[in-house]
């Protein structure tokens, strides 16, 4: 995955509605904690992905 923004933080959610896929890599340039609390606060997520 190449960034970790909104639209990069829904496809990483996307593993868990369809188990054939597997996330193994993000590149981006913010460091692991702030790209977590990103994720964990992220508004995006009200949103489904169908």
Do not use: Y
């Not at 959610?13 to 597997?22: A, I, N, V």
């Amino acid at each position: 995955m190449n960034g970790f923004d909104r639209i990069g933080r829904r496809l990483f959610r996307l593993p868990h509605h369809h188990p054939l896929r597997e996330v193994v890599a993000i590149i981006d340039r913010t460091d692991r904690r702030t790209l977590s609390q990103l994720l964990k606060n992220d508004c995006s997520r009200v949103f489904s992905i169908r």
